[in-house]
């Protein structure tokens, strides 16, 4: 039963019957075949039929909802007994918004100090993408905006409130400037995170406070490709504190300022999010125990 609602969840994730079966290590006609028994045992139909993937029944949406909760409690469960036995190991998850990915290695690195066996892999994505991955058992916990947009059945562990910085180049005629405010910026060239980001839309809000239109010359999911722009001395953008500071202290050859935008509204807050369950995956509640330590119960100023 475990492993056909694994086929489900699968196949939820992929939206394609091969790539499902590709992911569980199966061929298409065995989890094609495991879905239908899957059907036969609960008597209703889950996904609809057609030529291809086009969705899932009322009933099939409702089974998949529990068949996230039972795979999840499945693995928990294997990675208690094994945490138990051989101490805690295994793989962690993360999904990570790309402005928050400078604070990722306060997280894993007291892990890894502690926990010498546990690996990671670290996914950058948007914070629609955050909460897909963590629904779809594809990530352990996630690392992205809270409190803004509804975050669906997760705890939230706050980190640190996001605050944003100008990034010119030290020639332009703003690079001096102790600050500058947001209408400001908007009379600036600015090259700016694509419009599915979270930070792309929380800086849109700030320039329309400030009376101004968004009219970015240049859009990216990048920040590489939007430093490397400034560097030019051709273009601006807004990155948050902990990315644009990161990147003009990290190198002190590279030719850009990152300067204070002063603040009129409440600052968005980046927090850790992971499964409101119990238990949690063992690894789960490790970095949820080492986040509260580092960061303590309340959100810190960045």
């Known amino acids: 039963m475990i492993d ?8 939820s994730r992929e939206r394609h019957f091969g790539r499902a079966a590709e992911a569980c290590g199966v061929t298409q006609p065995t989890l094609s075949a495991g879905i239908k028994q899957l059907e036969s045992t609960l008597g209703v139909l889950l996904v609809q039929r057609r030529s291809r993937f086009s969705g899932f029944t009322p009933e099939g949406d409702r089974v998949l909802e529990w068949a996230r909760r039972i795979v999840g409690d499945a693995r928990a469960m294997r990675d208690e007994v094994r945490a138990g036995r051989l101490g805690l190991s295994g ?8 402005t928050a990915t400078p604070v990722v290695a306060r997280l894993t690195t007291p892990m890894r100090r502690h926990h010498p066996e546990v690996t990671f892999s670290i996914r950058s994505c948007t914070s629609l993408e955050v909460l897909a991955a963590m629904e779809d058992l594809e990530a352990d916990a996630g690392v992205t905006y809270v409190g803004a947009e509804s975050l669906g059945r997760v705890r939230i562990l706050p980190l640190f409130e996001e605050r944003y910085r100008l990034l010119v180049a030290r020639t332009d005629r703003l690079g001096g400037r102790t600050d500058v405010e947001w209408a400001e910026v908007a009379t600036l ?3 700016l995170l694509t419009n ?3 930070n792309r839309r929380i800086i849109e809000g700030r320039l329309h406070g400030a009376g101004a239109d968004v009219r970015p010359v240049l859009e990216s999911n990048s920040m590489i490709v939007l430093t490397s722009h400034v560097q030019t001395g051709l273009w601006a953008s807004v990155l948050p504190a902990v990315m644009a500071d990161a990147l003009v202290q990290q190198d002190a050859e590279i030719p850009m300022a990152s300067i204070p935008i002063r603040e009129v509204d409440p600052s968005p807050v980046i927090g850790l999010i992971y499964p409101s369950r119990e ?13 509260a330590r580092l960061f303590g119960p309340h959100a ?3």
């Open 4 to 11: 056909k609602l694994t086929f489900l969840v699968a196949l």
């Open 91 to 98: 793989h962690l998850r993360l999904a990570v918004v790309p």
């Open 189 to 191: 060239p600015l090259a």
């Open 196 to 198: 599915d980001m979270q």
């Open 279 to 291: 238990p949690l995956l063992p690894l789960t509640a490790a970095l949820v125990a080492e986040t």
């Open 300 to 302: 810190v100023r960045r």
